[in-house]
Protein backbone atom coordinates (compact mmCIF):
# COMPACT_ATOMS: atom_id res chain seq x y z
CA UNK A 1 0.00 0.00 0.00
CA UNK A 2 0.77 3.71 0.09
CA UNK A 3 3.74 4.56 2.34
CA UNK A 4 5.54 7.11 3.62
CA UNK A 5 8.85 6.93 4.86
CA UNK A 6 10.34 9.48 7.51
CA UNK A 7 14.37 9.46 8.25
CA UNK A 8 16.07 10.04 10.47
CA UNK A 9 13.71 8.23 13.14
CA UNK A 10 16.02 10.03 16.24
CA UNK A 11 18.09 13.47 16.10
CA UNK A 12 20.06 14.51 19.01
CA UNK A 13 21.47 18.26 18.42
CA UNK A 14 23.23 20.25 20.47
CA UNK A 15 20.70 23.57 20.74
CA UNK A 16 21.69 26.38 18.35
CA UNK A 17 22.54 23.66 15.86
CA UNK A 18 20.63 23.05 12.29
CA UNK A 19 17.73 19.79 12.11
CA UNK A 20 16.39 18.28 9.10
CA UNK A 21 13.90 15.37 8.95
CA UNK A 22 12.97 14.02 5.32
CA UNK A 23 9.85 12.24 4.10
CA UNK A 24 9.48 10.03 1.13
CA UNK A 25 6.40 8.89 -0.26
CA UNK A 26 6.09 5.98 -2.38
CA UNK A 27 3.27 7.50 -4.68
CA UNK A 28 2.21 11.03 -5.79
CA UNK A 29 1.07 13.32 -3.10
CA UNK A 30 -1.69 15.46 -3.55
CA UNK A 31 -0.12 17.49 -0.76
CA UNK A 32 1.65 16.62 2.17
CA UNK A 33 1.14 18.55 5.66
CA UNK A 34 4.05 18.64 8.73
CA UNK A 35 2.41 18.25 12.38
CA UNK A 36 4.34 18.72 15.90
CA UNK A 37 3.66 16.35 18.56
CA UNK A 38 5.43 17.10 21.87
CA UNK A 39 5.88 14.08 24.62
CA UNK A 40 2.66 13.15 25.77
CA UNK A 41 0.75 15.06 23.55
CA UNK A 42 -1.54 15.03 20.61
CA UNK A 43 0.08 16.09 16.89
CA UNK A 44 -0.35 19.75 16.37
CA UNK A 45 -0.77 20.78 12.74
CA UNK A 46 2.16 23.14 11.65
CA UNK A 47 1.91 23.16 7.53
CA UNK A 48 0.19 22.37 4.00
CA UNK A 49 1.97 21.81 1.35
CA UNK A 50 0.36 22.07 -1.88
CA UNK A 51 2.23 22.83 -5.15
CA UNK A 52 5.08 20.97 -6.73
CA UNK A 53 8.49 22.39 -5.34
CA UNK A 54 6.54 24.68 -2.87
CA UNK A 55 8.85 26.36 0.27
CA UNK A 56 7.46 27.92 2.53
CA UNK A 57 8.71 29.31 6.15
CA UNK A 58 7.63 29.63 9.35
CA UNK A 59 9.99 31.62 11.88
CA UNK A 60 13.17 29.12 11.96
CA UNK A 61 11.28 26.69 9.26
CA UNK A 62 11.65 25.57 6.22
CA UNK A 63 8.87 23.61 4.59
CA UNK A 64 9.79 21.82 1.18
CA UNK A 65 8.18 19.90 -1.42
CA UNK A 66 9.83 18.27 -4.46
CA UNK A 67 9.16 18.94 -7.72
CA UNK A 68 7.75 15.15 -7.97
CA UNK A 69 5.14 15.53 -4.88
CA UNK A 70 6.79 12.16 -3.47
CA UNK A 71 9.42 13.99 -1.05
CA UNK A 72 9.19 16.33 1.45
CA UNK A 73 11.82 17.89 4.31
CA UNK A 74 11.44 20.23 7.42
CA UNK A 75 14.42 22.12 8.26
CA UNK A 76 14.54 24.10 11.13
CA UNK A 77 17.78 26.84 12.07
CA UNK A 78 19.43 27.40 15.48
CA UNK A 79 17.02 24.52 17.03
CA UNK A 80 15.77 25.84 20.43
CA UNK A 81 14.85 23.48 23.55
CA UNK A 82 11.30 24.54 22.56
CA UNK A 83 11.65 22.24 19.39
CA UNK A 84 11.47 19.57 21.31
CA UNK A 85 9.34 17.00 20.11
CA UNK A 86 8.43 14.23 17.25
CA UNK A 87 7.51 15.30 14.23
CA UNK A 88 5.82 13.85 11.14
CA UNK A 89 4.96 14.46 7.74
CA UNK A 90 1.88 13.37 6.45
CA UNK A 91 0.94 12.89 3.21
CA UNK A 92 -2.63 13.03 1.80
CA UNK A 93 -3.53 10.19 -0.62
CA UNK A 94 -6.06 10.89 -3.72
CA UNK A 95 -8.55 8.87 -1.32
CA UNK A 96 -8.45 11.93 1.40
CA UNK A 97 -7.22 9.68 3.45
CA UNK A 98 -3.90 10.77 5.31
CA UNK A 99 -0.86 8.35 5.51
CA UNK A 100 1.35 8.79 8.36
CA UNK A 101 5.76 8.93 8.34
CA UNK A 102 6.90 7.30 11.10
CA UNK A 103 8.00 10.45 12.74
CA UNK A 104 11.63 12.34 13.73
CA UNK A 105 12.08 12.86 17.67
CA UNK A 106 14.01 15.75 18.05
CA UNK A 107 16.00 15.99 20.95
CA UNK A 108 17.95 19.49 21.77
CA UNK A 109 20.73 19.80 24.64
CA UNK A 110 20.93 22.98 26.30
CA UNK B 1 -9.32 27.08 16.28
CA UNK B 2 -11.64 24.54 16.14
CA UNK B 3 -11.26 22.14 19.28
CA UNK B 4 -12.06 18.33 19.16
CA UNK B 5 -11.91 16.63 22.68
CA UNK B 6 -11.77 13.07 23.71
CA UNK B 7 -12.91 11.40 26.65
CA UNK B 8 -11.69 9.85 28.87
CA UNK B 9 -7.92 11.03 28.73
CA UNK B 10 -6.68 7.65 30.35
CA UNK B 11 -8.19 4.66 31.48
CA UNK B 12 -6.52 1.55 33.33
CA UNK B 13 -9.00 -1.71 32.81
CA UNK B 14 -9.03 -5.35 33.70
CA UNK B 15 -8.41 -7.85 30.76
CA UNK B 16 -11.66 -9.15 28.77
CA UNK B 17 -13.81 -5.82 29.70
CA UNK B 18 -15.19 -3.22 27.37
CA UNK B 19 -13.77 0.41 26.97
CA UNK B 20 -15.43 3.20 25.31
CA UNK B 21 -14.10 5.84 24.50
CA UNK B 22 -15.26 9.44 22.89
CA UNK B 23 -14.66 11.85 20.43
CA UNK B 24 -16.37 15.34 20.17
CA UNK B 25 -16.20 18.34 18.32
CA UNK B 26 -16.94 20.67 20.13
CA UNK B 27 -17.08 24.02 18.11
CA UNK B 28 -18.10 22.69 14.30
CA UNK B 29 -19.79 19.78 12.46
CA UNK B 30 -17.45 16.56 11.73
CA UNK B 31 -19.78 14.62 9.21
CA UNK B 32 -16.28 12.08 9.51
CA UNK B 33 -13.66 11.07 11.95
CA UNK B 34 -11.03 9.10 12.40
CA UNK B 35 -9.54 7.09 14.59
CA UNK B 36 -6.07 5.72 14.90
CA UNK B 37 -3.92 3.89 17.56
CA UNK B 38 0.06 4.83 18.51
CA UNK B 39 2.54 2.53 20.14
CA UNK B 40 5.01 4.22 22.08
CA UNK B 41 7.58 5.63 20.18
CA UNK B 42 5.91 5.01 16.63
CA UNK B 43 3.57 6.99 14.40
CA UNK B 44 0.38 6.83 14.52
CA UNK B 45 -1.80 4.35 12.12
CA UNK B 46 -5.39 5.10 10.70
CA UNK B 47 -7.84 2.20 12.22
CA UNK B 48 -11.57 3.46 10.90
CA UNK B 49 -12.96 6.05 9.15
CA UNK B 50 -16.20 6.94 11.34
CA UNK B 51 -19.26 7.85 9.16
CA UNK B 52 -22.50 10.03 10.57
CA UNK B 53 -25.03 7.91 9.98
CA UNK B 54 -23.30 5.13 8.50
CA UNK B 55 -21.19 2.35 9.08
CA UNK B 56 -17.49 3.22 10.08
CA UNK B 57 -14.68 1.89 7.90
CA UNK B 58 -11.97 0.12 8.64
CA UNK B 59 -8.21 -0.05 7.86
CA UNK B 60 -7.26 -3.97 6.77
CA UNK B 61 -5.98 -5.73 9.48
CA UNK B 62 -8.39 -4.02 11.74
CA UNK B 63 -11.54 -6.27 13.24
CA UNK B 64 -14.37 -4.37 13.51
CA UNK B 65 -15.86 -6.69 15.68
CA UNK B 66 -13.50 -5.65 18.21
CA UNK B 67 -13.17 -1.87 17.44
CA UNK B 68 -16.65 -0.89 17.86
CA UNK B 69 -17.45 2.54 15.89
CA UNK B 70 -20.10 4.51 16.44
CA UNK B 71 -20.83 7.91 15.00
CA UNK B 72 -24.42 9.00 16.00
CA UNK B 73 -24.08 12.77 15.61
CA UNK B 74 -22.65 15.44 13.76
CA UNK B 75 -20.66 16.06 17.18
CA UNK B 76 -20.02 12.30 18.58
CA UNK B 77 -18.10 9.75 17.45
CA UNK B 78 -17.40 6.78 19.92
CA UNK B 79 -15.10 3.85 19.72
CA UNK B 80 -15.33 0.79 22.21
CA UNK B 81 -13.04 -1.78 22.64
CA UNK B 82 -14.30 -5.16 23.19
CA UNK B 83 -12.98 -7.77 25.37
CA UNK B 84 -9.97 -5.59 25.75
CA UNK B 85 -6.25 -7.54 26.19
CA UNK B 86 -3.48 -6.06 27.29
CA UNK B 87 -1.99 -6.27 23.28
CA UNK B 88 -4.86 -3.29 23.17
CA UNK B 89 -2.87 -1.13 25.03
CA UNK B 90 -2.25 1.79 23.26
CA UNK B 91 -2.81 5.48 22.68
CA UNK B 92 -6.11 6.35 20.68
CA UNK B 93 -6.12 9.59 18.81
CA UNK B 94 -9.39 10.93 16.96
CA UNK B 95 -9.44 13.65 14.53
CA UNK B 96 -12.01 15.35 12.25
CA UNK B 97 -12.04 17.57 9.43
CA UNK B 98 -14.85 20.53 9.80
CA UNK B 99 -18.27 19.54 7.91
CA UNK B 100 -17.69 20.67 4.12
CA UNK B 101 -13.76 21.08 4.77
CA UNK B 102 -11.46 19.20 2.71
CA UNK B 103 -9.86 16.50 4.80
CA UNK B 104 -6.52 18.42 4.50
CA UNK B 105 -7.83 20.39 7.18
CA UNK B 106 -7.84 17.61 10.50
CA UNK B 107 -8.04 18.63 14.38
CA UNK B 108 -7.13 16.01 16.35
CA UNK B 109 -8.31 14.99 20.09
CA UNK B 110 -5.89 14.95 22.89
CA UNK B 111 -6.20 10.85 23.29
CA UNK B 112 -6.78 8.50 25.65
CA UNK B 113 -4.17 6.54 26.67
CA UNK B 114 -5.65 2.68 27.63
CA UNK B 115 -3.83 0.63 29.78
CA UNK B 116 -5.14 -3.04 29.74
CA UNK B 117 -4.39 -4.96 33.06
Known amino acids: GQQVMQIPQYQHVQEGEDFTTYCNSSTTLSNIQWYKQRPGGHPVFLIQ?????EVKKQKRLTFQFGEAKKNSSLHITATQTTDVGTYFCVGSSNTGKLIFGQGTTLQVKP | GAVVSQHPSRVICKSGTSVKIECRSL??????MFWYRQFPKQSLMLMAT?????????EQGVEKDKFLINHASLTLSTLTVTSAHPEDSSFYIC?????????????FGPGTRLTVL
Open chain 1, 49 to 53: LVKSG
Open chain 2, 27 to 32: DFQATT
Open chain 2, 95 to 107: SAPPRGGTWNTQY
Open chain 2, 50 to 58: SNEGSKATY
